[in-house]
C-alpha cells in the first residue's frame, strides 16, 4: 500500500495535470513494490479469464442455435408427409438462446 507522501506527491501530479501545467517529472509517481506489482499481474489475468469465460459463454449459445435449426431442419425435411412445426418451435427457442446471447454480448462488451 502506497504511503500518505506517496498519495500526496500523486494528488499534486495529477492536481497539475487537470490544471494543463507543464509536468516535467513523471518519476514523480510512486514507485510500486514488488508485491504490488505482482497482485496487479494478478489482476489484469483475472480479468482477461473473466472476458474469456464470457466469450466461451457467447459461442455456446451460437453453437446451440446452429445446431437446433440443424435439427428442426433435418427433422422437417426428412419425408414429404413430415411436419413443419418443429421449424416453429425451434425459431421460437432460437429467439431465446440468441436473446440470451445478446444480453450476455452486452455486458461482454463493458469488459
Request: net charge negative.
Amino acid at each position: 500500500m502506497p504511503s500518505k507522501e506517496q498519495l500526496a506527491t500523486l494528488a499534486d501530479w495529477l492536481d497539475d495535470a487537470e490544471n494543463g501545467d507543464d509536468i516535467v517529472q513523471i518519476h514523480a509517481l510512486p514507485e510500486l513494490s514488488s508485491a504490488e506489482i505482482g497482485a496487479l499481474a494478478h489482476l489484469y489475468r483475472s480479468e482477461v479469464y473473466r472476458c474469456s469465460v464470457w466469450r466461451t459463454r457467447l459461442d455456446t449459445t451460437t453453437n446451440w442455435a446452429v445446431v437446433t435449426l440443424g435439427v428442426a431442419l433435418s427433422i422437417s425435411y426428412a419425408s414429404p408427409d413430415a411436419s413443419p412445426l418443429p421449424l416453429v418451435l425451434i425459431g421460437i427457442l432460437n429467439l431465446f438462446f440468441l436473446t440470451l446471447e445478446a444480453r450476455r454480448y452486452r455486458y461482454c462488451d463493458s469488459c
